[in-house]
């Protein structure tokens, strides 16, 4: 078992900053990649991006690519998404992910976070 807590989100104005953090506890050992997703009103959840734990290889969407950007901290078992140039289309409720058994970073994800909420002001 994987658990995951979110935290970070909030209200910005267009334009602005912020970085979501994921911590991560439990058989982290056996993750192979870490993800955001996110999921706005009356929308399908959508893949943001995503980084294999063992190569720290990453992965976006196209709509937050150049804009988004997910690291890790090893010591801290935490990943991080920092978004700059941030647009009103990017709100939504963002969830962390982690998938244990290698299939693919874009869905298919085991253990799943609360969720943090972004809200982005025109």
């Known amino acids: 078992q994987v658990q995951l807590v979110e935290s970070g989100g909030g209200l910005v104005q267009a334009g602005g900053s912020l970085r979501l953090s994921c911590a991560a506890s439990?058989?982290?050992?056996?993750?192979?990649?870490m993800g955001w997703f996110r999921q706005a009103p009356g929308k399908e959840r959508e893949f943001v991006a995503a980084?294999?734990?063992?190569?720290?290889?990453?992965y976006y969407a196209d709509s937050v690519k150049g804009r988004f950007t997910i690291s890790r901290d090893n010591a801290k078992n935490t990943v991080y998404l920092q978004m700059n140039s941030l647009k009103p289309e990017d709100t939504a409720n963002y969830y962390c992910?982690?998938?244990?058994?290698?299939?693919?970073?874009?869905?298919?994800?085991?253990?799943w976070g609360q969720g943090t909420q972004v809200t982005v002001s025109s």
């Open positions: 992910a982690a998938q244990s058994r290698y299939y693919s970073p874009y869905e298919r994800y085991d253990y």
């Open positions: 439990g058989r982290t050992f056996s993750t192979y990649f």
């Open positions: 980084l294999r734990w063992s190569t720290t290889s990453t």
